[in-house]
């Protein structure tokens, strides 16, 4: 139903009902309260001819400091309940928003841009927070006076209520006119908002690249554009909104010219008295605010509607990779794993990327995977940790299908190292630290980062693993990122363990020197690795060798190089390499 769609009804009425109840009281209580200065006023106008004493005059004043009182008091509650559950419902939904993002997969990050995320992620919760707070109050404010002024000033004087109301039926139509164009300007601005966060966001990751290749100025030209048309369709947006007060504010003070001339000749003809006049004017300003809120409301409820589908969008993707946080918890895990006939591909229109793998490995073993670019490795050794989804029975580890498996569990088991590596600006020793299960001293960072050669590098620097890490602190090199990140994997305690070619930015030796020490810490456990330098796997239990999706050798070194056939080629390729490098 469109009304359980609706926000207001999903966190008012579902979420914070009582916050609700409170806030819509209270603001009936300063409302009516609003209501009776006024009338103070006119009495107090209407006996001034006829008093000799101050003394009704003095209550009349003290009534009016106890109404201000209670406005105050009341106004405080009804904020605190309105604009309070505004901030409330904001958080809400930028923790869903986070907790969803991080459940979906590869796929959902290539439909979406970040800079796209991230505004749906800033503008559109605002969005949506600014129409259940302060849209939907003043929209209340302004139903009640709506409905409560023109009763009285219709009992105060019939004749000169018909005279002044005779413009106000334009208010609505002018209103819907204005709306419909606002929401149009500012749907619009959203997306270019999107657009331009996307430029930030990119050339802010890819600046490296965007110096090295001299595109600095156009880069800036482009984002010239971009700031340039958002400033316009702002502009444009802000010409129906800034119209949208002075029209109504307009009509009403026409309304105020119509009761000053008919008003004043009833006054003169004594068919109402002058405290009458006074107060209808002063009921006639007060319409001046609802008739403008309700035009900034219905704009405040419209962009967080059109906000909220921009959320609701992202939260409706689901996860192509289902936690599955029932499957099995008590896995305990050896380190067998079994392909049983893996068949992938990343688009259901495109080429199979993995045609037909089956590969067995035992628990201790070393394999190596190897092979030319675009072969498939990474795509193979990204389904153990299931970030890329493998269909049923045909991935088991220990003779279990990883689909069946608990994925914290199986996520625990795997330490994977991705081929792009990636560290977060944070201390050194927290991101060695990132995923391990115990909360680490020092030592264990310390222990994680001599196993991958790179503690003398970091006792160094001048905070050594208190350092922090880019836009805060320090910058690594290639090698040392990708060593830290090593160490990141190990430090799970990992029953297998997986590195996707990544030891290309450190020297032969140092990868030799790693890969002993891997195997000296880690007794048992199984290793894989896809690497691009042959020598470097030479000792390993089994090789095996990738092309177009499918595997075209597996054997031990020297089975393969007996076998003379592309292990071989590529081998004597990189030997060559290596001697002239
Ligand atoms: N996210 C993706 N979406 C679509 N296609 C992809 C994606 N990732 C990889 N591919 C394609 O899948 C194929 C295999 O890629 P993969 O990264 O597994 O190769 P690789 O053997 O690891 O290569 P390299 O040695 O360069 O790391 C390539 O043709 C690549 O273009
Ligand atoms: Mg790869």
């Known amino acids: 139903m469109l009304w359980e769609k609706s926000i207001i009804y999903r966190v008012f009425v579902k979420k914070y009902k009582r916050y609700f109840i409170f806030g819509t009281i209270s603001l009936i209580v300063v409302d009516i309260v609003n209501i009776f200065p006024p009338l103070i006023i006119k009495k107090t106008i209407d006996i001034l001819p006829k008093e000799t004493h101050l003394t009704r005059i003095v209550t009349f004043a003290g009534l009016f400091i106890l109404v201000s009182f209670c406005q105050g008091v009341c106004r405080y509650l009804w904020r605190m309940n309105f604009i309070g559950t505004s901030f409330r419902c904001d958080y809400d939904l930028r923790m869903a928003f986070f907790k969803h993002i991080e459940t979906l997969s590869q796929r959902f990050y290539q439909k979406y841009r970040t800079g796209d995320l991230m505004s749906r992620a800033t503008n559109d919760i605002g969005a949506v927070r600014m129409a259940v707070g302060p849209g939907l109050l003043i929209g209340l404010d302004a139903i009640f006076y709506f409905f409560v002024i023109p009763p009285i000033i219709i009992y105060l004087s019939p004749k000169l209520s ?15 006119k204005i709306k419909n164009i606002i929401d149009r300007r500012f749907r619009d601005v959203q997306e270019h908002f ?19 290749f001299n595109m600095s100025q156009q880069e800036e030209r482009r984002f010239l554009w971009l700031s340039r048309d958002f400033v316009k369709k702002n502009l444009k947006l802000a010409i129906p909104q800034s119209l949208l007060g002075p029209t109504f504010e307009y009509i009403t003070y026409m309304g105020i010219i119509i009761l000053l001339f008919i008003g004043g000749k009833m006054v003169i003809g004594g068919v109402i008295t002058l405290g009458t006049l006074v107060a209808f004017q002063r009921y006639i300003s007060m319409m001046v605010w609802p008739m403008t809120a309700i035009g900034w409301c219905l704009s405040l409820l419209q962009r967080g509607k059109a906000s909220m589908k921009r959320i609701d969008e ?20 050896t380190g067998n794993i079994e392909f049983r006939d893996v068949n992938f591909r990343y688009d259901p229109e495109k080429e199979w990327v ?12 070393r394999i190596a995977i190897v092979g030319p670019i675009g072969s498939g490795k ?17 991935i088991f580890l220990d003779g279990v299908d990883i689909n069946t498996i608990n994925i914290k569990v199986l996520r625990e088991r795997v330490g994977f190292v991705p081929q792009d590596t990636f560290l977060f600006s944070e201390k050194i020793a927290d991101n060695i630290l990132f ?5 680490g001293s020092d030592n264990t960072s310390l222990r994680f980062a001599r196993i991958v050669g790179i503690e003398e590098e970091i006792q160094e620097l001048p905070h050594k693993f208190e350092s922090y890490l880019g836009e805060r602190g320090i910058n690594l090199s290639g090698g040392q ?3 830290i990140s090593i160490a990141r994997a ?4 990992p029953s297998i363990i997986i590195l996707d070619d990544c030891l290309s930015a450190v020297d032969a030796r140092v990868e030799d020197a790693i890969m002993k020490n891997i195997l000296i810490n880690f007794p048992g456990k199984t290793l894989i690795v896809v690497t691009h330098r042959l020598p470097a796997i030479r000792g390993f239990d089994i090789i095996v060798v990738m092309k177009d999706g499918m595997i075209v050798e597996k054997g031990t070194h020297k089975q393969l190089i007996v076998a003379n056939g592309l292990y071989t080629s590529l081998y004597t390729k990189e030997v060559l390499e290596e001697r002239f490098r």
């Open 194 to 212: 999107s657009r331009l966060s996307e430029k930030v966001q990119e050339n802010i990751s890819s600046i490296r690249v965007v110096k090295s």
């Open 490 to 493: 190990l430090a799970i305690n």
């Open 481 to 483: 990122k990708q060593r």
């Open 435 to 439: 995923g391990a299960k115990t909360e």
């Open 314 to 333: 992202i939260m409706e993707e689901t996860p192509v990779i289902v936690t599955n946080d029932k499957g099995k918890e008590q896995f305990i895990f």
């Open 354 to 365: 993995l045609k037909g793998i089956n590969l067995k490995i035992s628990s201790g073993q």
């Open 162 to 176: 018909f005279y002044t109301f005779l413009l106000m039926p334009l208010t609505p139509i002018i209103a819907y």
């Open 378 to 394: 990474s795509t193979l050794v990204n389904m153990l940790p299931r970030i890329i989804p493998t269909n049923k029975q045909s």
